[in-house]
């Protein structure tokens, strides 16, 4: 158990419908990241949030946002569904910023299905 | 753009024998992170192994070791007396030192047999 919490598991909506995703990082780390790992793309980097604030942006598409919370949760909305959007999302989390070296804690993903 | 490539979609090996996995990776940078993580099939990213660009020595984890060749920018992962529980898909990562995203590869899927 990395301590990383992700809601929900799993979720299958329509295309055309919105969608939030919700990340609990493991107690005491600042960080958050987002990663959506579909069958064509591979693992790609969406967004980090450090201590409320956006650090650094990816290959997130204008129809997803992403917030971080003071209590340090995080969620991730997709919204205007399509096809292509069906992957598994990623939280992970890390005690500081964008300078770790150490280890990023996963969770174990939550897997979106659009219909 | 940092690029990261695995040219083994598959590999297998059997339970107690040596395994290896490669990667290479392409970047301008000099100093960065390298990562082997692993997938289960419960899907969870649990990190392997980390490597620092500035380290000559390769890093080791108990049956899991790497051989890192900064010039050639490759990055391979062995792992020795293979167990049923090491097979997943793996995926080799890089970092940038000041940078907060992973870049990963296209993963390995290891199957390991009795």
């Known amino acids: 158990d990395s301590g990383v919490t992700q809601t929900p598991k799993h979720l299958i909506t329509a295309t055309g419908q919105r969608v939030t995703l919700r990340c609990s990082p493991r107690s005491g780390d600042l960080s958050v990241y987002w990663y959506q790992q579909s069958l064509d793309q591979g693992l790609q980097f969406l967004i980090h949030y450090y201590n409320g604030e956006e650090r650094a942006k990816g290959n997130i598409l204008e129809r997803f946002s992403a917030q971080q919370f003071p209590d340090l949760h995080s969620e991730l909305n997709l919204s205007s569904l399509e096809l292509g959007d069906s992957a598994l999302y990623f939280c992970?989390?890390?005690?500081?910023?964008?300078?770790?070296?150490?280890?990023?804690?996963f969770g174990e993903g939550s897997r979106l299905t659009v219909l | 753009a940092q690029t990261v490539t695995q040219s083994q979609p598959e590999m297998s090996v059997q339970e107690a024998e040596t395994v290896t996995l490669s990667c290479t990776y392409d970047?301008?940078?000099?100093?960065?992170?390298l990562f082997w993580y692993k997938q289960p099939p419960s899907r969870q990213m649990i990190l392997v192994i980390r490597?620092?660009?500035?380290?000559?020595q390769n890093a080791t984890e108990n049956r899991f070791s790497v051989n890192f060749q900064k010039a050639a920018k490759s990055f391979s992962l062995k792992i020795s007396d293979s167990q049923l529980g090491d097979a997943a898909m793996y995926f080799c990562a890089f970092k940038e030192t000041s940078g907060s995203r992973l870049t990963f590869g296209e993963g390995t899927q290891l199957t390991v047999n009795p």
């Open positions: 970047t301008s940078e000099s100093d960065y992170y």
């Open positions: 992970a989390s890390s005690a500081t910023g964008g300078y770790w070296t150490g280890e990023l804690f």
């Open positions: 490597q620092e660009a500035y380290k000559q």
